[in-house]
């Protein structure tokens, strides 16, 4: 059985929220100080500062600042990678505003049963998970709080994979008003979760209200992720191979859509579905969707009858004018992700054995078998 690293998020007690803050100041500080210092060395015009320039600099800081000291390595490691994906000279402050986050290195946290144990201290979880045993060592995590000032922790834990099973396969179209559509026919109704609460929030942000919007905002995202989770999970225990088309929710957010696009959240869905195929002994596929609402589905052509560009948007359902198939639209774009999908897997399986076959005719060829040299002798001598 193979196993798996995911990353299990526990929510902590909130009587270690003060002690939680006050590092979380002491990790801003170092950020700054390292951004402070990088700019200082930008615009003398010098080499810029690596992440082991800036850990050397900070070392002996721990003490005083009063946190961990693998804590501030993680913060210049984390600076440094941020500011060459960015590739800026120097990056943003942060402030209070700045959602608190305390990171840890691989072994320095571990779980005694009931709490998480990190320099010293013990930070008791409010909701325990199966996945966590006692005498449990962590690898590279963090500590992170949220809008609401609800603070986290966030371990890499290590899962069993669960054995392979045979089921069906399901091709899976992702949309606004419906959270997914299958290949079978069914579909995953999304609750519009933020337009919901638009009115509730238009009042407190109108109102200044900041507490509440938070609260407003949190209450969407839970009830977002619950309605997720379940989904995904069902999605999950029923088929055997999912397959789900790339639709790319960064790139349809700069649109006019967004805001229905946020409140889908393709990507936590997908991702969702993901990790939980691992350990459910499931196979997760995603593949390109172009194409697959204009194509029918039947006869595989590209009929003139198709939907066509923005002014098919509206289209839900079409005939195809080449075999007279009527289609409804997601319907046909989640079958289409099946076939593509299944394809996929075809010609992936045909050229691994391709590649085995060519393999095994060389070796024959050479007058060896595998793992056999012509100059190596074999264990009985000859």
Partial sequence: MTSTIIT????????????????????NFVWNYCNETQQKTARARRKWLSGFDLMKLTAGASADLGVHSCTIQRVCAAYDRA?????????????????????????????????????GKRYEAMHLRGLLHAGQRFGTGSFNADSNGNWYCNVPVEVQCADPVEAAAVGIDLGLKTLATLSDGEAIQMPRFYRQSEAALAEGQRGRKTKRVRAINLKVANRRRDFQHKASKALCAKYGLIIVGDASSSKLAKTKMAKSIHDASWSIFKNMIRYKAI??????????????????????????????????????????????????????????????GLDTLEVGAADRSLRGSSLSGAAKASGAGFGTSPHMETPDGH
């Fill in 8 to 27: 299990v998020k526990v929510r902590l007690r909130d009587k270690h929220k003060a002690d939680l803050n006050r590092q979380a100041r002491s990790v």
């Fill in 83 to 119: 500011r060459a994906a960015h590739k800026r000279p120097w990056l943003r402050w942060r402030s209070r505003r700045s959602l608190g986050w305390v990171p840890f290195s691989t072994g320095k946290v571990r779980f005694d049963g009931t709490a998480f144990v990190f320099n």
């Fill in 279 to 340: 350990t459910h002994g499931r196979i997760f596929l995603e593949v390109s969707e172009a194409y697959s609402t204009q194509t029918c589905s039947s006869c595989g052509s590209l009929p003139a009858s198709r939907p066509k560009g923005i002014a098919g948007l509206g289209i839900r359902d079409w005939e195809c004018s080449d075999c007279g198939t009527v289609h409804d639209r997601d319907v046909n774009a989640a079958r289409n992700i099946l076939r593509v």
